[in-house]
């Protein structure tokens, strides 16, 4: 897995690059002058961390005379060193500056600090491996891009959880599905102390053609907003099935979902409001 270095023009999409980097599983360390890229590489190694990533740039400027020393260092000991260099077009960094009115770490007028940047940041892109234009890439385009680049693939999870209406909705959730149109075990006097976990139970959810159909219409549409929520960059997504009292339906509807879904990295988080089956009374002599 490669140690990478991370650098590139103020504006250019660094803190989205390092964001998509540690949420595929790699240690960042920011602003790290080059001569502890070799001390960051030691400490990784020796606390067991596969993924490193660094971000050196204009911020560590006074530092920057040690850096093709500090490279021929590290690249003698990883042959998986990776230099990704970010940049753009000035009037687009000067767009973005505008809109996020931070101030340059260079310190003068912008236009003249993107160029005297460039030049300060010559070496560094002279190394690298990977340069990406940002000029007409949204976050989630960038994110993207380093994800195909590294050839890293994006962990994503598709959470489910079950709840009863009557004890609220989860405040934490993205979608909200209401199944409470199925029909209801708590009917029935011997399935209502048991649970949607039990094969009879969810037998009697989903016994009838238009149950089964309702159930592939859910399916599909939380099918479809997972896989929209991945394409545009999310790492996760959790959908609460809901029906009246988190016992039955809605619980056996989660654990249905969990295993057509499990594609998605499926799991059910939690079934809130689900009670244990009452103990059965010992009959034995």
Not at 44 to 52: F, I, P
Not at 264 to 269: D, E, I, M, R, Y
Request: proline residues 6%.
């Amino acid at each position: 897995m490669p140690f990478v270095i991370v650098s590139g023009l103020s504006g250019s999409g660094k803190s989205t690059a390092l964001r998509t980097l540690e949420d595929a599983g790699f240690f960042i360390t920011d602003n790290l002058p080059p001569e502890l890229w070799g001390a960051m590489h030691d400490l990784a190694q020796a606390r067991g961390l596969e993924r490193v990533a660094v971000s050196t740039d204009a911020r560590t400027r006074d530092f920057l005379g040690a850096l093709e020393d500090s490279y021929l260092r590290l690249s003698r000991r990883r042959e998986d060193l990776r230099v990704l260099f970010l940049e753009a077009d000035s009037e687009v960094l000067l767009r973005r500056y505008n809109l996020t009115r931070r101030e340059h770490p260079l310190g003068e007028t912008l236009m003249v600090d993107f160029a005297r940047e460039r030049d300060l940041l010559a070496p560094l892109r002279a190394l690298a491996d990977i340069v990406i234009d940002t000029t007409s890439l949204s976050a989630a385009d960038l994110s993207q891009r380093v994800l195909q680049t590294l050839r890293l693939e994006q962990d994503f999870h598709l959470r489910l959880l079950s709840f009863g209406f009557k004890h609220a909705p989860p405040r934490d959730a993205d979608l909200v599905i209401d199944v409470r149109s199925l029909p209801n075990p708590y009917y029935d006097p011997a399935l209502r102390p048991r649970t949607g976990l039990e094969a009879d139970v969810a037998g009697y959810v989903f016994r009838d053609p238009a149950s089964e159909q309702f159930y592939g219409e859910v399916r599909d549409f939380v099918r479809t907003a997972a896989e929209r929520a991945q394409a545009s960059g999310r790492h996760g997504y959790t959908v609460a099935i809901g029906c009246t009292g988190g016992q039955h339906r809605s619980v056996a509807v989660a654990a249905r979902l969990e295993q057509d879904l499990a594609d998605l990295g499926t799991q059910v988080a939690d079934h809130r409001d689900m009670q244990p089956p009452a103990p059965q009374p010992d009959v034995g002599g």
